[in-house]
T-cell receptor, first 113, second 114 residues
């Protein structure tokens, strides 16, 4: 069974530029998560989708971050404009449904200079 | 703030010893807990989970214990191997508004010396 796919794996951008990350969850998984992991910290949930609807986005900085899952399968996370403090690993994860085991992708590493 | 925390940020053990990683949680309504292992440069990998109707669950070389009275989780790794060196996170599934919100602690770095 294929795991959670993410791209790109690495990205370096200048502050105030924009970046987009893509995620394809495990086939059949209804719930999709985007987490931000800053070096030395645990993952912090940014947004959770159930199919194509948003379950929780309370920790998403909506002035610069946006995410969508239009067809209820793959998802994109966008940052515009980026700040230095956005340097982190952006982890996508999926699960069959809420309250089930979450499976992570390898992450997209963002460096903002 | 975080509701899931770890007592020790770093744990060093000798190969072959047993390791115990602890985790405290603050939300008594959480009913599902998961331990993850994260190796350098990789995403978190599922190790073992436990639901709140259980006190103990065993896997291959790993055991998770749940003490709901003091809101404490532990992960026990038997016969620790160098390949077990990684950061370990516990996560709880909080349900503040009817939907599950998986929340992670800071993590414990396990270092296994050969």
């Amino acid at each position: 069974e294929a795991g959670v796919a993410q791209s790109p794996r690495y990205k370096i951008i200048e502050k105030r530029q924009s970046v987009a990350f893509w995620c394809n969850p495990i086939s059949g998984h209804a719930t999709l998560y985007w987490y931000q992991q800053i070096l030395g910290q645990g993952p912090k949930l940014l947004i959770q989708f159930q199919n194509n609807g948003v379950v929780d986005d309370s920790q998403l900085p909506k002035d610069r971050f946006s995410a969508e899952r239009l067809k209820g399968v793959d998802s994109t996370l966008k940052i515009q404009p980026a700040k230095l403090e956005d340097s982190a690993v952006y982890l996508c994860a999926s699960s069959p449904g809420q309250g089930n085991t979450i499976y992570f992708g390898e992450g997209s590493w963002l460096t903002v200079v | 703030g975080e509701s899931v925390g770890l007592h020790l940020p770093t744990l060093s053990v000798q190969e072959g010893d047993n390791s115990i990683i602890n985790c405290a949680y603050s939300n008594s309504a959480s009913d599902y807990f998961i331990w993850y292992k994260q190796e350098s440069g990789k995403g978190p990998q599922f190790i073992i989970d436990i639901r709140s109707n259980m006190d103990k669950r065993q896997g291959q070389r790993v055991t998770v214990l749940l003490n709901k009275t003091v809101k404490h989780l532990s992960l026990q790794i038997a016969a620790t191997q160098p390949g077990d060196s990684a950061v370990y996170f516990c996560a709880e599934n909080m349900k503040p508004g009817g939907s599950y919100i998986p929340t992670f602690g800071r993590g414990t770095s396990l270092i296994v010396h050969p």
